[in-house]
C-alpha cells in the first residue's frame, strides 16, 4: 500500500456545489496531517492543518478518522477560484517527520 | 518578511551537465527539504537539511546532492544530467517540524 493515496479526479463541479476528498494514508502513527493547494505550475500552498479530529475554516472542513486511516478535505459553495489541485500530506513512516505527499486531486469548479 | 525564495525560476541544461539550484528558507526557520515534483505528480521527497547536515534522504540516487549554509540557505546539486529529471524542483522550509512553506520553485529543463 501507499503511504498516501488520492483518487487524482478531475472533480468536475458547478459552482456552489459541495465536494469532498478523501486522502488515505499507510503510517498508523502520524500525529499530523496537512492539506496543500497547488495551482497551475505554482508552488503548494497550505491551506489546513488537522491535527486532532477536525479543523474548520470558513468554506473548509478537514476531518481525521483515524480507525480508517484517511483524511477528507469537504468545501462548500465552491467558487470558480477553487479550481486547483489538492495535496494530501501525511509524516512517512520511520519516526521522522519527513512530509509525503499525494499525487494531489484536481478539482474544476465550473459556471 | 520575506517566504522561501529559490533561484533560478527556470532552467535548461543539456544531459550529462551538472547543476546548481538555491534556496533561502523563511526567516526563523532552520530546515530545509528539497522535492522534485513531475508533471501530474506530487511532490517526492529528495532529502532535508537541519543543522548543515542531511537528516533524513528520500529514495534519489547519489548524483542529488546537497548542502545547507550557516545561515540556513541551502543548494541543491545534480550531477550527469538525465532527460527524467526534468521537473519542478521545490524547496521547503519549516521550523520545529511543523507545517512546510513551499518556494516557488526551480523549473529543470534537461534536453
Known amino acids: 500500500r501507499k503511504e498516501v493515496e488520492q483518487d487524482p479526479g478531475p472533480f468536475n463541479v458547478p459552482e456552489g456545489a459541495t465536494v469532498a476528498f478523501n486522502c488515505t494514508y499507510s503510517n498508523s502513527a502520524s500525529q499530523s496531517f496537512f492539506w496543500y493547494r497547488q495551482d497551475c505550475r505554482k508552488e503548494p500552498k497550505l491551506l489546513m492543518s488537522?491535527?486532532?479530529s477536525g479543523n474548520e475554516d470558513g468554506r473548509f472542513t478537514a476531518q481525521l478518522n483515524r480507525a480508517s486511516q484517511y483524511i477528507s478535505l469537504l468545501i462548500r459553495d465552491s467558487k470558480l477560484s477553487d479550481s486547483a489541485t489538492y495535496l494530501c500530506?501525511?509524516?512517512?513512516?520511520?519516526?521522522?517527520?519527513?512530509?509525503?505527499f499525494g499525487r494531489g486531486t484536481s478539482l474544476i469548479v465550473h459556471p | 518578511d520575506a517566504g522561501v525564495t529559490q533561484s533560478p525560476t527556470h532552467l535548461i541544461k543539456t544531459r550529462g551537465q551538472q547543476v546548481t539550484l538555491r534556496c533561502s528558507p523563511k526567516?526563523?526557520?532552520?530546515?530545509v527539504s528539497w522535492y522534485q515534483q513531475a508533471l501530474g505528480q506530487g511532490p517526492q521527497f529528495i532529502f532535508q537539511y537541519y543543522e548543515e547536515e542531511e537528516r533524513q534522504r528520500g529514495n534519489f540516487p547519489d548524483r542529488f546532492s546537497g548542502h545547507q549554509f550557516p545561515n540556513y540557505s541551502s543548494e541543491l546539486n545534480v550531477n550527469a544530467l538525465l532527460l527524467g529529471d526534468s521537473a519542478l524542483y521545490l524547496c521547503?522550509?519549516?521550523?520545529?517540524?511543523?507545517?512546510?512553506?513551499f518556494g516557488q520553485g526551480t523549473r529543470l529543463t534537461v534536453v
Open positions: 526567516s526563523g526557520h532552520d530546515t
Open positions: 500530506v501525511v509524516p512517512a513512516s520511520g519516526g521522522s517527520y519527513i512530509p509525503t
Open positions: 521547503a522550509s519549516s521550523q520545529d517540524r511543523v507545517e512546510a512553506f
Open positions: 488537522v491535527y486532532s
